[in-house]
């Protein structure tokens, strides 16, 4: 928001405070004049420089004493039972950094979660196949369950994320994570199957959804599309474990019970860990619980700088502002929030445009499929769950890049990553149409080089699926927001691998990969991505409203401008 108003009711009930604070605008010269060297960064606030870009009638530290009287009433308040119902063991460091790095590392070590109940199937469908005697269509339902359940999930996000909170609906997940997994291994018929599949993916939405917008409302801007990223990271760890399991049991008997139960010790580590974070400072504002924001705020960032200070009070006006607007909606009315706003509406379409690119490229078909297109290329059985390893690995690498270097070049330039995957494909593609009989390493050669290219690419664009939609709502629809990205990623997911037999089938694999993955990243991902997609990097939360306010046509032409400067990232 360009004006900031700070007044706001910071007694939870008793004594209140007001005050305006006013953001102004530098001047420029030209519309679409480079604007990052004039902003200022609250993350990085030298001398405190912020404080001369607000009303100079606001004092800050005034302001500070009434917010740290709310927490000391807070914690003296608190009841046994209210700290068992918070689910923390309450730690702090003087290095703020440290907590940060903490949240945002425990937080999406649930990627692992996530990417070894995506890839065990792969490597434990062999023996289930055969022991439980499935046919072509129910082992592609026992694949696809998966991803059907992280639909149901997501739908649940919004109702658990508003009502309990965004660390506690993360900790609900691993109860299906624990559950499901339980029901896959001792299965004895493939309806056993479907229901743990179904449960393990119910928590798999819950989380997806779920861990960007708890790191988004947590998290420094400067660091948040890292540690989002690091999710991503997680997710290709998982899969790579869930391959390695695969090998290491392969040779065991039942060892597919094994495999898919193989989660259970995640979903426990994944609990333990959140008994150690704060909710979200952002949610809790959001319930108008300001001291209790507040001191979970003094523990993500030092408090001593200004900038941090600033921004705090910027959070509190945005979430006093967002409640002044429902006050006179009806409940009916907010649930359409998300498409009645244009604010909303663009975000939206802006999120499901770029969670649709990173899905309908295949991904998912290859990775729960990848043993079976090893096998068809010419390895074994055995080998071909080994091999399967080297998708997983290429896959796990490129997300490292993504979270070294995406806060810095910017999400737009990161996107062009597209470009190289497509690549990958096309030699995944042209692997199938060499003569296996004849030129065998010829064809593996090939076909080995485009998964790796593929999937360390995609490593790394994948990384924005998470990212974008976290950061891109509004505070009053971002679960909403989530549930709407999180539902349509994963009926994406199920759609791209319960139909993925048939239309190899229609297409050949080569016209799927080449034609159908590779046509949608090229005719729609590279324009969309070079003309509508905004830049989000190093700023907060309030300040990606302002991108957001823009009409699409003023954001195009922003983006056409800067690439005639030859910027993609800006």
């Not at 994944?270 to 008994?275: D, E, K, S």
């Not at 429902?326 to 939206?348: G, I, Y």
């Not at 802006?350 to 043993?371: E, F, P, R, V």
């Not at 009409?551 to 056409?560: A, L, M």
């Amino acid at each position: 928001m360009s004006h900031v108003n700070a007044s706001y009711a910071h007694s939870q009930g008793s004594s209140t405070s007001v005050s305006r604070v006013e953001m102004e605008k530098p001047a420029t010269k030209e519309v679409f004049e480079d604007p990052t060297p004039k902003k200022f960064e609250l993350d990085d606030d030298e001398a405190g420089k912020t404080s001369s870009v607000f009303n100079p009638d606001l004092n800050l530290e005034e302001e500070v004493r009434a917010l740290d009287e709310l927490g000391d009433s807070f914690k003296r308040d608190r009841s046994f039972w209210g700290k068992m119902k918070a689910l923390e063991f309450e730690v702090e460091f003087e290095n703020k950094k440290n907590m940060v790095l903490m949240l945002g590392t425990f937080a999406a070590f649930a990627g692992i979660l996530s990417g070894i109940d995506q890839s065990i199937i792969s490597g434990a469908s062999i023996g289930m196949n055969k022991m439980l005697h499935l046919s072509t269509h129910e082992a592609s339902l026992v694949s696809s369950l998966m991803p059907l359940g992280a639909v149901a999930g997501s739908i649940l996000l919004t109702p658990f994320s508003e009502y309990f909170g965004r660390k506690k609906s993360l900790a609900i997940s691993c109860v299906f994570y624990t559950i499901g997994a339980i029901v896959c291994a001792a299965a004895s018929n493939h309806h056993e199957m479907y229901a743990g599949r179904f449960l393990i993916g119910v928590g798999v939405g819950l989380e997806g959804g779920g861990i960007g917008v708890y790191i988004a409302e947590s998290v420094p801007s400067s660091v948040r599309g890292s540690l989002v990223s690091l999710y991503q990271f997680n997710i290709a760890l998982g899969e790579l474990f869930g391959y390695i399991v695969g090998v290491i049991f392969f040779d065991v008997k039942g060892g597919w019970r094994y495999m898919v139960g193989s989660s259970l010790v995640f979903s426990t580590t994944l609990f333990i860990g959140l008994l150690f974070l704060p909710e979200s400072p952002r949610w809790l504002m959001h319930k108008g619980r300001v001291g209790e924001s507040w001191n979970v705020w003094k523990r993500l960032r030092d408090v001593k700088e200004e900038g941090n200070k600033i921004e705090f009070l910027e959070l509190r006006d945005v979430a006093s502002y967002d409640r002044e607007l429902h006050a006179n909606e009806s409940r009916f009315q907010s649930l359409f929030d998300l498409v009645r706003v244009p604010r909303n509406r663009r975000a939206l379409v802006y999120s499901c445009m770029m969670i649709g690119l990173g899905q309908l490229t295949g991904i998912n078909a290859i990775m729960y499929y990848m043993s079976t297109l090893m096998k068809n290329i010419g390895f074994d059985d055995k080998q071909s769950v080994a091999m399967s390893m080297v998708g997983g690995a290429a896959l796990l690498i490129g997300t490292v890049p993504a979270i070294l270097w995406m806060d810095r070049f910017g999400r737009r330039t990161w996107a062009m990553t597209i470009i190289i995957f497509i690549v990958g494909l096309v030699l995944v593609g042209v692997g199938y149409q060499i003569n296996l009989k004849t030129h065998m390493a010829a064809a593996e050669g090939v076909y080995l080089t485009g998964q790796i290219i593929y999937n360390m690419a995609f490593g790394s664009y994948a990384a924005l699926t998470w990212v974008l939609p976290s950061e891109s709502f509004s505070l009053g629809t971002r679960s909403a927001g989530m549930t709407v990205s999180s539902a349509l990623l994963y009926l994406f997911a199920f759609t791209v691998t319960y139909n993925f037999e048939k239309m190899k089938e229609a297409m050949t694999y080569t016209g799927l990969t080449l034609g159908f993955y590779g046509g949608i990243a090229l005719a729609i991902g590279i324009p969309y991505q070079l003309l509508c997609m905004p830049e989000t990097k190093n700023r907060t939360l309030e300040e990606i409203d302002d991108i957001f306010e823009k009409p699409t046509s003023q954001i195009i032409k922003e983006n056409i401008a800067y690439l005639k400067k030859g910027q993609l990232s800006y």
